[in-house]
C-alpha cells in the first residue's frame, strides 16, 4: 500500500507540474488579449524572447542537474546491491572451501539472503517495503567466531570470510542510508517550476493564438512534467516503475550452496 501510495504522489506531483505550467501559458494568452497593441511591438517581443532564452538556459541547467543528480544515486544503489551480492557469493564460496562443517553456517547465509530478497522486495501487493537492517544476522557472526579452524588454510578462510561479512553488512547499511537520504528537494522543484511557468507565459504572450501552438505548448508541458516523474520515480529505488531491480541478489542465491 505505501508503494502505492508513492506512485500515485509522484503521478499527482507532475500532474500538477503540468497544470502549473499550462495554465502560465493560458495566463500569458489572457494577458496578451487586454495588453494595449503598443505594449507588444516587436521592440518589446524580442525583449521578452531575449529573456525567454536566458530564463530558459538556466532552468535547462538546474532541471538536468536534477536529472544527474537522481541518476547518479540510481546508479549508486545499483551498484551497492551489486557489491552486496558478490559479498553474498564471496563469503559463501570461502566457507565452502573451509569445509563441509560450515554447512549449517551457510544455510543460515542463505536464510539471510532470501529474508532480505524477501523484505526489499516483498512477493506480496499487500507487504510493505522494509530497508532497513535487521539484527537477525547476529546469529550468522556469532557463528562465523566461534569457528575452529584445524590448519593455517581454514584460518586464512575464517579471517577473509569474517573481514567478506563485515562488508557485506557495512553494503548493506550504505544501501539503507543512501535510500533515506536520496529524495528530491521540494525548493529546489518550486523554483525550476517558477522559472518553467514564467517562460510559459511569456511564450503564451508573444505567440499567435492557434491550434499549432496550443498542441506545441501542451507537448512541452508534458515533457517537462514527464522529466519530473522521471526524476522521481528514480528516487523510488525499490518501487515505481524504475525499481532496482533483485537480480542480482536471485543470481547470487542460485549459486549459493543449499
Keep these: 500500500m505505501q508503494n502505492v ?28 488579449r487586454v495588453l494595449p497593441e503598443n505594449q507588444l511591438g516587436p521592440e518589446e517581443k524580442h525583449l521578452v524572447s531575449l529573456a525567454t532564452s536566458l530564463l530558459a538556459t538556466m532552468t535547462a541547467i538546474v532541471l538536468g542537474m536534477l536529472v544527474s ?6 546508479q549508486d544503489r545499483k551498484n551497492e546491491l551489486a557489491e552486496m551480492a558478490s559479498s553474498l557469493l564471496v563469503v559463501d564460496h570461502l566457507l565452502a572451501s573451509y569445509g563441509p562443517e560450515t554447512q ?9 539472503a532470501e529474508n532480505s530478497l524477501d523484505r526489499i522486495w ?6 510493505e517495503l522494509q530497508l532497513r537492517p535487521k539484527d537477525d544476522g547476529q546469529v550468522f ?21 569474517i573481514s567478506a561479512a563485515v562488508g557485506l553488512r557495512r553494503t548493506y ?15 529546489l522543484l518550486v523554483i525550476v517550476v517558477s522559472w518553467l511557468t514564467v517562460i510559459f507565459i511569456a511564450y503564451g504572450l ?42 542480482p541478489i536471485r543470481d547470487a542465491l542460485s549459486q549459493m550452496g543449499p
Design 104 to 112: 549449517a553456517i551457510r544455510a543460515e547465509l542463505r536464510g539471510l
Design 141 to 161: 557472526y556469532d557463528q562465523l567466531q566461534i569457528m575452529v579452524p584445524r590448519n593455517d588454510t581454514q584460518a586464512a578462510m575464517k579471517t577473509s570470510a
Design 69 to 74: 543528480s537522481a541518476n547518479s544515486s540510481y
Design 122 to 127: 516483498p512477493s506480496q501487493p499487500s507487504q
Design 206 to 247: 508573444i505567440a499567435p493564438r492557434n491550434y499549432t501552438v496550443i498542441v506545441t505548448l501542451v507537448a512541452c508541458a508534458i515533457a517537462v512534467s514527464a522529466a519530473v516523474f522521471i526524476i522521481m520515480a528514480m528516487y523510488m529505488l525499490f518501487s515505481g516503475v524504475m525499481r532496482i531491480s533483485p537480480s
Design 5 to 32: 501510495q508513492k506512485i500515485m504522489n509522484s503521478i499527482l506531483v507532475s500532474s500538477i507540474v503540468f497544470a502549473v505550467i499550462f495554465s502560465g501559458a493560458l495566463a500569458g494568452m489572457g494577458l496578451r
Design 173 to 187: 547499511w550504505l544501501l539503507f542510508l543512501g535510500s533515506e537520504q536520496s529524495s528530491l528537494s521540494p525548493p
